[in-house]
C-alpha cells in the first residue's frame, strides 16, 4: 500500500502560487519578445501600437499577465475546490439525517483529515446507533433487564442512559403490576379462606338445629351460641376487612394536634379491664416537655389499640408493657415493648402483611383475622410515619415515627 506524504494546503497554496506566478512572468517575457518582433513587422504591428500608445506597455503587460494567471490557478485549485464541495455534501447528508455517510480520502492535507475525521464520527454514530437500536428492539420483546452501552462524555451516551432508566422504570412498574394482581389473589383468597370456616362452622350448627337433631334444649342453646361466636368472628373479619379497603383507598383524615402523652393515658383505661384479666401492669413513660402531633385521634386509637392488644396477647408471660415516648429529629417515636416470647426471625419481615398471622397464633386464644397488623401500619403511613419491629428474647418492640407538629409562628 502506497503511503501519502501529508502536505499541508497552506504550502500546496504557496507552491501553487509560486508557480502560476512563475508561468506569468515566463508568459510576460514570451510575450515582449513577441512583440519587440513584431512591433517592426506593419500591419501585424499596430494592435501594438495602438496598446502602447494609448495604455502603456507596462500597463498592458500588468493586464496580460494578470489574465494569464488566472487560468493556471483555477486549473491548479480544481481539486482543492471539489474536494471541499465533496466535504460539503457528505456534512449536509449527515445534517439532513443520513449519519452513515463516508467521504473519499483522496488528499494528506487538512482536507483529507477532515473527511478522515467525517468517516470516523459516522462510523462511531452509525456504530452506537445501532446498538441502541439493538437495545431498543430487545427492550420492545420485553427483555427489560437489556442495558443499553452507555458512552461517556457522549451525547448518545446520555440517550442511551436514559433509555435504559426507562426501561428500568417500565419493569419496575410491570413488577409492580404483577405483584398487585398477586396480592389482589392472595387477598381474595385469604379472604375466602377466613370467612369460609366460620361460615362453614355456622352453616353446619345452624343444619343440626334446623333438621332437629339436638337432644334438648340446653344442647340447642349450646349450638347456638357456637353459630354466635362464629358469627361475631365473622363480623370482625369483614369490619377489618373493609377498615383496611378503606384506609388503603385514601381515607380523609380529620387531622388536629394531639398531646402525645394524654393520648396513651387516655388509651391505657380503656385497656383496664383486660390489663387485670391478664395480670398485667401499662406504664407509660412521656418526655419531660408535651409532645404533640397532628393526626386523627381516631384513626389512631385503632392503630395502638392493635399494638397494645397484640402486646398484651403475646406478652402475657411477663407481667409488664412499657410505652416509651420520645421526640427525635422532628419525629414523635412510640415505642411499645412487651416481654413475652419472641416473634421468630423468618417471621419478622412479613410481621405487617395482610393475612399473615405467625404460626402460634393460630390458637383459639389468640388468633385474629391476620388484619391487625396491616391496619396499623396503614393507619401510620397514611399519617406520614413508620413503623417497625424487632424482637429477641429480651423484649419484642415495636416502634413507630410520626411527623412531630410544626409549632405555629406568633
Not at 283 to 303: K, S
Request: a neutral charge; one cysteine or more; hydrophobic letters at 40%.
Amino acid at each position: 500500500m502506497k503511503t501519502k506524504v501529508y502536505i499541508g494546503i497552506r504550502w500546496k497554496s504557496l507552491v501553487v502560487f509560486v508557480g502560476c506566478l512563475g508561468l506569468t512572468l515566463l508568459f510576460v517575457l514570451l510575450s515582449w519578445l513577441l512583440a519587440s518582433s513584431l512591433i517592426v513587422h506593419p500591419p501585424y504591428n499596430w494592435p501594438l501600437r495602438w496598446a502602447i500608445n494609448h495604455i502603456g506597455s507596462k500597463p498592458t503587460a500588468v493586464v496580460l499577465g494578470v489574465l494569464f494567471f488566472m487560468f493556471p490557478y483555477i486549473a491548479a485549485t480544481r481539486s482543492f475546490v471539489r474536494n471541499a464541495k465533496e466535504l460539503g455534501v457528505v456534512l449536509e447528508n449527515m445534517a439532513s439525517g443520513r449519519l452513515y455517510a463516508s467521504a473519499d480520502v483522496k488528499t494528506a492535507d487538512e482536507l483529507g483529515t477532515i473527511a478522515l475525521n467525517i468517516n470516523s464520527f459516522s462510523e462511531q454514530m452509525h456504530s452506537y446507533l445501532e446498538e441502541i437500536h439493538h437495545g431498543l428492539t430487545e427492550i420492545a420483546k420485553g427483555h427489560f433487564d437489556y442495558q443499553i452501552p452507555v458512552r461517556l462524555n457522549h451525547e448518545l451516551g446520555r440517550i442511551a442512559d436514559s433509555i435504559n432508566a426507562m426501561s428500568k422504570q417500565l419493569n419496575r412498574s410491570i413488577q409492580e403490576e404483577r405483584n398487585a394482581e398477586r396480592t389482589k389473589n392472595d387477598l381474595i383468597t385469604g379472604v375466602s379462606h377466613d370467612l369460609r370456616t366460620p361460615l362453614t362452622t355456622i352453616l353446619g350448627f345452624l343444619e343440626i338445629i334446623d333438621k332437629d337433631r339436638y337432644t334438648d334444649e340446653v344442647e340447642l342453646r349450646y349450638y347456638m351460641n357456637i353459630a354466635y361466636e362464629k358469627s361475631l368472628t365473622l363480623k370482625k373479619l369483614v369490619d377489618d376487612l373493609f377498615e383496611y379497603t378503606r384506609i388503603n383507598n385514601g381515607m380523609p383524615l380529620h387531622l388536629q394536634e394531639l398531646d402525645v402523652g394524654g393520648f396513651f393515658q387516655q388509651l391505657a383505661e380503656e385497656f383496664v379491664p383486660s390489663l387485670e384479666k391478664a395480670g398485667m401492669i401499662l406504664q407509660i413513660h412521656p418526655p419531660e416537655q408535651p409532645v404533640t402531633i397532628r393526626a386523627d385521634g381516631d384513626h389512631l386509637v385503632r392503630a395502638y389499640e392493635n399494638l397494645i392488644s397484640n402486646a398484651i396477647k403475646y406478652g402475657s408471660s411477663s407481667k409488664y408493657i412499657d410505652i416509651y415516648i420520645a421526640q427525635e429529629d422532628r419525629h414523635t417515636n412510640v415505642r411499645i415493648c412487651n416481654y413475652g416470647e419472641p416473634i421468630p426471625k423468618q417471621d419478622l419481615p412479613y410481621i405487617f402483611e395482610r393475612f399473615y398471622r405467625v404460626e402460634k397464633s393460630r390458637s383459639k386464644a389468640t388468633g385474629g383475622t391476620g388484619l391487625g397488623l396491616a391496619i396499623t401500619k396503614s393507619i401510620i403511613e397514611v399519617h406520614g410515619g413508620q413503623i417497625s419491629v424487632e424482637s429477641s428474647t429480651k423484649q419484642t418492640v415495636f416502634e413507630t415515627r410520626i411527623p412531630a407538629a410544626v409549632p405555629s409562628s406568633i
